[in-house]
């Protein structure tokens, strides 16, 4: 008989954010089209508008996953350590009930590694379990650096400029002003989910969407600190092509694109979480109608209404949607930069294309991003401090005019063509989703 025909079943259980919905659909993709069927954990408010897309995907409701605007009620470190505290006993129940109805056939569970309350649910059935990160290996490295840290006397000692400056351990280029901490305040709270997302852990592995060649030392440092596999094989999202986004895509603006010069747009998205401050929006309008560079400006639903007169001044200089298909935005041929937050899925797709970056970080995630884009991959511009209309236009100038943005484009360039061989046969991603289905198919149940 065909092996096909005796599919092992993978449950994913994603963090309900647009950003680790999405990678971790495509790694169901990437593991459906190796033969596993795929079921999805997902919470009610999370529904993908575009689940026609994934034919076969079982969908399954957690029914205590938190509403996503609890994030913004009460901040991100707390809106986690409560997800997992309040959704525990319903997944188990979940997957009890799975594993009653339809026979003990789960070979793995495969989960966000911020949703740890899996790992108890997976220890109770004996069955394997998985983590997934949606973030870079540095990252989570960093998470390690951090949860070893006493809140208290760290703030104190980050007081010293040297310590700031100082690399960490075996993490070069990263100093501890790089540790990504802000936006995760209180830092005595943020380390607590550190230290509980390493201590709840049961997976005998972890999935990282990530390239061999971006993060080789961290990677091997990351494998250090787990002490289980890691298998790094991202870009995910090179190897599909279906959408998992929970908004309507505007695709009027590809039709816009087509019309414009190659490689003289700017691209401009803040992903799918953070807003920009209106004052600053005024100076990046400002900005960017003062470089005469055409722009398409992601100003998604619920973000804060542009005043009239920048309404009217920006629509007749750019184009402005709810919500882009970003990718075939990316691969555009009329896009010569992108104006990103750097999100680790942004900062992947970005590079994919070969498309060098204009960075506003807003929260220590995308810092780090951001200090690598900007002086690591040297593929980028950092925009530090208050924002204002010349520096925006300089900066656009520079990405899109000058030599500068040139040599950037080039150094894209080459990483795209790493990243397409590190996906194709033999390749490091290529091999590590082979190691993985492997390992499914083998240990798993
Ligand atoms: N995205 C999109 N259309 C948009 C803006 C964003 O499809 O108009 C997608 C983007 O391709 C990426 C995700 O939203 O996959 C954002 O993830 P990222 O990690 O960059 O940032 P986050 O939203 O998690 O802050």
Redesign the pocket.
Known sequence: MEKRAEKKRIVLVPLP????I?PMMQLGQALNSKGFSITVFLGEFNRISSSKHFPGFQFITIPEILPVAEVEAIGPVEFLIKLNKTSEASFKDCVSQMLIQQGNDIACIIYDDLMYFCGAAANEFKVPSIIFCTTSATHKVCNYVLSKLNAEKFLIDMEDPDLQNKVVENLHPVSFKDLPIGGFEPLERFLVLCREIITKRSACGAIINTVSCLESSSLTLLQQELGISVYPLGPL?ITTKETS?LLE?DRSCIEWLNKQKPRSVIYI?M????DIETKEVLEMANGLCDSNQPFLW?IRPGSKPLPEEVSKMVSEKGFI?K?????EVLAHPAVGGFWS?C?????L?SIAEGVPMICRPFNGEQKLNAMYIESVWRIGILLQGEVERGGVERAVKRLIMDEEGASMRERALVLKEKFNASVSSGGSSYNALNELVNYLETEGK
Do not use: D, R, Y
């Open positions: 954010l647009q950003g680790h999405t999202h986004s895509e998205s992903g799918s979480i953070f992601v949607v919500w882009a298909p970003q990718n937050h999100g680790w899925n942004s900062t797709e």
